[in-house]
């Protein structure tokens, strides 16, 4: 198997296991047919990466350079963000439960300042009254892959109430803010085509109560991300150039019919520019026949919790084996001590061996940046491929890098 022209063996070989590789060039390829789909003659658009889905400085510049913003939750982040060079404008800061100290740096920073709460602009106005203000709105809907993905609706933890808008914005503009935004996000993972023009008129409806109510216009609406990749062969990529056609009719019909002026469509995603850019490598440690087949494995869930957490789906390959037969049906475990340490249950591979490598498909989202040092199992290397050159971005973690922080 090759990964922008790449062997598997030879990466695994040079950079050990387990390790997670980046392919940069097909990181640009989904940027740019993401921004070749959101195009509009008459209305402006910007798109900032979600960097929780992937903030490795390599990928974030390669983001920044092909004209990406970033939407930033946390002030590490943010940092991060800053670190580009990228105009203010271009960095959208949407955090949640923030402190009193977070908001003040985000303030300072003259970043875009989106709020999830109206407790969150309280604490705001105490360091500065911004001129411009967003809030995250929960529409009373949200749909992500996952029950644990979705962060719209009742359930959700995330945004203000639709029923408590007309008030968020209220008070904003009677401390002194003067121009607005609206944002939400409502799910992640979805493939679902239907699901963004759907959401976005939603948000739109309770939007033009707001304009209506207190006579303001938003410069922008946010529809957030949650833009989906396909992560087994029965799944099916979305039509973007649909998706982008249908939400800009609906951004143009609701804007006129409710007065909310000209605002820009914005958008934040990241899961579809990083997820299928990413293999994470792990090697076959162990084989054992007990009630059921175990294929032990120098990854676990401290390098990829996405299965532990969501009961996610991946795509497991063998190196070298990619033509056989898939024979034999096997679970794929990791080495720490918990029986939730499974990146996969059941699945059907070739007849597998110690020392083979398994190569764990699109894995370039929410992968390492997740990972963790449990069990003292350090967290892996990460490689980035670019232009069939591969490179060293993350050594691998050590046990010296933890007694740094011990004083």
Known sequence: MKINNVEVKHLAEKYSTPTYVYDLNKVEENVKRFRDAFQHETINTEVFYAMKANCHPAILDIVAKNGLGMDCVSPGELQLALKTGLPK?????????????????????????NLDDINSFHRLVRSGVPEFISFRINP?????????????????????????????????????????????????????????PVMLDLLLTHLGKVSQELRIEFEFIDMGGGFGIPYTKDEEPMDLVKIAKDCYDVLEKRSKEFGLGNPSLSMEPGRIFVGDSGWLLTRVNGIKNSYKKFLGVDAGFHTLIRPALYDAKHTFVVDGKEDLANTDE???????????DILAHDIMLPEVEEKDIIVVENAGAYGNVMS????????????????????????????????????
Request: net charge neutral; proline share 2%; glycine share 10%.
């Open 140 to 196: 009373g809907k949200g749909r992500g892959k996952y029950e644990q993905i979705t962060t719209g609706g009742v359930k959700a933890k995330f945004g203000v109430p639709f029923e408590k808008a007309i008030e968020a914005y209220r008070i904003a503009k009677e401390a002194g803010v003067k121009r607005f935004g609206a944002h939400m996000m409502t799910g992640s993972g979805t493939l679902d085509n239907e699901h963004f």
């Open 372 to 407: 963790m040092p449990y069990n003292m199992r350090m967290r892996p290397a990460e490689v980035g491929i670019y232009d069939s050159e591969d490179k060293l971005i993350t050594r691998r973690e050590t046990v010296e890098d933890y007694y740094r922080r011990i004083k």
């Open 89 to 113: 404008e271009k960095i959208l800061y949407t955090a949640n439960y923030e402190s009193e100290e977070e908001l003040k740096f985000a303030l300072e920073s003259g970043v875009i300042i």
């Open 330 to 340: 096997v679970s794929i475990c990791g080495q720490i001590c918990e029986n939730t």
